[in-house]
């Protein structure tokens, strides 16, 4: 029983939870391409019941494997119990288009390539579920492939994380939370944790010290503990560690200096969920859904997935509409405005476009990031475009290009976790179409 | 493990997939009152975390025990997986309102007392979570109490069985089930099973004899089986039982000659929703999707609960917003018409409305329904106003008035199971509202 779960564990914390800056693109060779591995042509989930080998299932960990992870990520909640972010019962904000079909022949060089390829190609390269460019606030263009429908919802992974700095830096500017004070003012119960001694600020920003280990050949490694402590399932009779994240977070020992060095460690974004949990009494559910989800004339509810006591998981666990992330996106190109309504202060916006350390970034050694930082949970490019961006395991990318107006919203299935296996493909990509949208009327 | 894992399902099987008719109304003295009861006054899963007291749980059962109840109806995904149903992307229908705040005062006597009470005071009785009347289609009474919110969902328990029963008459109206035929016709695993030589009509009537125990002091009644198959949690490593509601289903015996007596077994109905399911290819939840929650202008998508291998739970998992019952309520009244759009075919609703067999309905004993019977999953009550409704335990309603042109959709959530506790202060508040209505402008 305890291998089973662990092994659940493993899976399931494995590609959920981790950036992973050792992913190798070689890795892929040895996967089905995305034509062969499409979750609809393969059959998952289809039949009463489908085939025992094509049903993905989550206490075995098999739903989170390639290729039945291509149909999981657009299903997650037919897996694990959710919360929802209700978008309310009001209209949706309607869409103006200007589709550019052109889009799909832009060519570029990817990373650490010689020849050039096509957006298009470029798409079944990083196993796109689906993809809208927006631009001067139109969509310019919008596809779906596989599992994902436009009115599905799909696994936004450490996208989620930009969200829950986005809502820290909001509760800030409205003055709930003081990013110079220590996360233990907030949250006592940390005080003896590594976050004890953290400001608000080095927690938004990762640059904590923490003894927080992700080397998956560890039995022993922390991640380990967190993803037990945060699944869902009943533990095993003999499970003694903690059982929710709240329980999980005050374990977390202090290893080095506050504030020198970028570390990208998912329980940074749980420790700030927490916190905007306690600042409003609400849970991290209702605040999107009250201070963004009803306001922004989204088309769906969105969901977290959550631990054994409901606890929605800030680090990982949001899952959305593709349309819903791109009227995101484009509410963060504009500074925080929809419509006529302010929804998030502008001076919010500012302090993540603003960016963090460069030097401190630089300390993490992301080869394919150069110059890059990390600000309010967001990626910030430096680049001569000012572009920022939201970024989640296996594909989900919330780019945004303020010079050339543009949003790029994706949803994808990768066989590797890491983004460094989509990287090549993607950050020349974003620039090439920026360039193409910039050149076009 | 294991008795945790029996208790589990106990609490959880007992309450939810259970109509009891030998509930007894004096039980409810030792339970809070509905005031008393208020889960949000009471403050169930409110802090970060919240007090160990205040949170629900699925795996050992707590979350189905009153008064945690009535939070947990409200909230029913954060507990387990569950199968969404698409409303899609458009619109929703607006409703017309022409509110009668009179109705609060209307009275009536209940059912077994000889003082009069009011409409008002017997939704305190039934504890109810949220109530919509509508007439001549548009809402002259709505309220909502406790956990339950206008954009919130909750459970409808064996309401989803009527569902069940009006996609399964949808679908013989057109051609795709021969309700003539055995079940074994479209289900040739259930061929040894009761359900083998029993016709897809005595299923949908639910004059099927079966060996199905649901006498809880029976360790080894059938229920428990049925709720350990269907449970989504990890099954026990000693378990050897059926793992799933299909793996379940062709184990029921028979016992008896099929046709003769109404026995109100909640087995039909998954038999049912897996005959909907083979017949179209699809799971039930995206028949009910496709066929009816896309076209009837609903507000919110609804979800069921599904087993281990995302089977939804036809038998009683369904949940969804109290408005969009009421506009499902009002299509039915309307003889399957929703605006200028035939959604269900009116023979459909024909077949309905002319009900099942009274005799065969009289042998299952329910004092308080002389002279009712069952059809197409649908209670028929053949008084005088034609009326007939879909009933779920803890109090969930959708009763259908056509002389009133009235319809009332209610979700509750009564400490006892058994409708036997809600009908006396329900019944005649239908018919005194109804005759409210009538007399009324």
């Given at each position: 029983?305890?291998?089973?779960?662990?092994?659940?564990?493993?899976?399931?914390?494995?590609?959920?939870?981790?950036?992973?800056?050792?992913?190798?693109?070689?890795?892929?060779?040895?996967?089905?391409?995305?034509?062969?591995?499409?979750?609809?042509?393969?059959?998952?989930?289809?039949?009463?019941?489908?085939?025992?080998?094509?049903?993905?299932?989550?206490?075995?960990?098999?739903?989170?494997?390639?290729?039945?992870?291509?149909?999981?990520?657009?299903?997650?909640?037919?897996?694990?119990?959710?919360?929802?972010?209700?978008?309310?019962?009001?209209?949706?904000?309607?869409f103006a288009t200007n589709i550019k079909s052109n889009i799909d022949k832009v060519q570029f060089?990817?990373?650490?390539?010689?020849?050039?390829i096509t957006w298009e190609e470029s798409l079944q390269k990083v196993?796109v579920d689906g993809v809208i460019v927006m631009h001067h606030g139109k969509i310019v263009y919008e596809k779906y492939f596989?599992?994902l429908k436009v009115?599905?919802?799909h696994?936004?992974?450490?996208?989620?994380?930009?969200?829950?700095?986005?809502?820290?830096?909001?509760?800030?500017?409205?003055?709930?939370?003081?990013?110079?004070?220590?996360?233990?003012?907030?949250?006592?119960?940390?005080?003896?944790?590594?976050?004890?001694?953290?400001?608000?600020?080095?927690?938004?920003?990762?640059?904590?010290?923490?003894?927080?280990?992700?080397?998956?050949?560890?039995?022993?490694?922390?991640?380990?503990?967190?993803?037990?402590?945060?699944?869902?399932?009943?533990?095993?009779?003999?499970?003694?560690?903690?059982?929710?994240?709240?329980?999980?977070?005050?374990?977390?020992?202090?290893?080095?200096?506050?504030?020198?060095?970028?570390?990208?460690?998912?329980?940074?974004?749980?420790?700030?969920?927490?916190?905007?949990?306690?600042?409003?009494?609400?849970?991290?559910?209702?605040?999107?859904?009250?201070?963004?989800?009803?306001?922004?004339?989204?088309?769906?509810?969105?969901?977290?997935?959550?631990?054994?006591?409901?606890?929605?998981?800030?680090?990982?666990?949001?899952?959305?509409g593709l349309r819903d992330m791109a009227r995101?996106g484009q509410?963060?190109l504009?500074?925080?405005?929809?419509?006529?309504?302010?929804?998030?202060?502008?001076?919010?916006?500012?302090?993540?476009?603003?960016?963090?350390?460069?030097?401190?970034?630089?300390?993490?050694?992301?080869?394919?990031?150069?110059?890059?930082?990390?600000?309010?949970?967001?990626?910030?490019?430096?680049?001569?475009?000012?572009a920022?961006c939201?970024?989640?395991?296996?594909g989900q990318v919330i780019y945004i290009d303020?010079?050339a107006d543009m949003v790029i919203v994706r949803f994808a299935?990768?066989?590797?976790?890491?983004?460094?296996?989509?990287?090549?493909y993607s950050?020349p990509a974003y620039d090439a179409v920026a360039k193409f949208l910039l050149s076009s009327k």
């Amino acid at each position: 029983m305890k291998q089973v779960y662990f092994y659940s564990q493993l899976l399931f914390s494995c590609v959920i939870f981790i950036w992973s800056n050792k992913a190798d693109a070689q890795e892929k060779m040895k996967y089905l391409d995305a034509a062969q591995s499409d979750p609809v042509k393969m059959g998952w989930m289809v039949g009463s019941p489908p085939p025992q080998d094509r049903i993905p299932r989550f206490d075995d960990g098999s739903f989170f494997q390639f290729p039945a992870l291509r149909w999981s990520v657009a299903h997650m909640r037919q897996f694990m119990p959710t919360v929802n972010v209700s978008r309310g019962l009001g209209a949706s904000a309607s869409f103006a288009t200007n589709i550019k079909s052109n889009i799909d022949k832009v060519q570029f060089v990817p990373l650490g390539e010689t020849k050039a390829i096509t957006w298009e190609e470029s798409l079944q390269k990083v196993y796109v579920d689906g993809v809208i460019v927006m631009h001067h606030g139109k969509i310019v263009y919008e596809k779906y492939f596989g599992a994902l429908k436009v009115d599905g919802q799909h696994a936004a992974m450490s996208v989620t994380k930009s969200f829950t700095g986005t809502l820290g830096i909001m509760l800030a500017k409205e003055g709930l939370i003081d990013t110079t004070k220590t996360v233990s003012h907030y949250i006592p119960e940390l005080e003896n944790s590594a976050f004890g001694d953290a400001t608000v600020r080095q927690v938004m920003d990762m640059t904590t010290a923490l003894q927080f280990s992700e080397d998956y050949a560890d039995p022993n490694a922390e991640i380990w503990k967190f993803s037990a402590a945060g699944n869902p399932l009943p533990k095993p009779k003999d499970y003694d560690g903690p059982k929710t994240y709240y329980e999980y977070l005050p374990t977390i020992k202090k290893n080095g200096v506050h504030g020198e060095s970028f570390g990208y460690k998912t329980v940074n974004s749980d420790v700030l969920g927490w916190i905007i949990a306690r600042v409003t009494g609400k849970t991290i559910a209702e605040v999107l859904s009250e201070k963004i989800w009803r306001k922004l004339g989204t088309e769906q509810d969105a969901y977290y997935s959550v631990d054994a006591i409901g606890t929605p998981f800030a680090g990982g666990g949001l899952n959305f509409g593709l349309r819903d992330m791109a009227r995101f996106g484009q509410l963060i190109l504009n500074n925080g405005k929809a419509g006529k309504e302010q929804i998030i202060p502008k001076s919010a916006i500012d302090d993540i476009r603003k960016g963090g350390s460069k030097k401190a970034f630089a300390k993490a050694g992301y080869t394919l990031l150069q110059g890059w930082s990390y600000r309010d949970m967001w990626w910030i490019t430096n680049n001569d475009h000012g572009a920022f961006c939201a970024r989640g395991v296996h594909g989900q990318v919330i780019y945004i290009d303020p010079k050339a107006d543009m949003v790029i919203v994706r949803f994808a299935s990768n066989p590797i976790a890491g983004n460094g296996a989509n990287d090549p493909y993607s950050l020349p990509a974003y620039d090439a179409v920026a360039k193409f949208l910039l050149s076009s009327k």
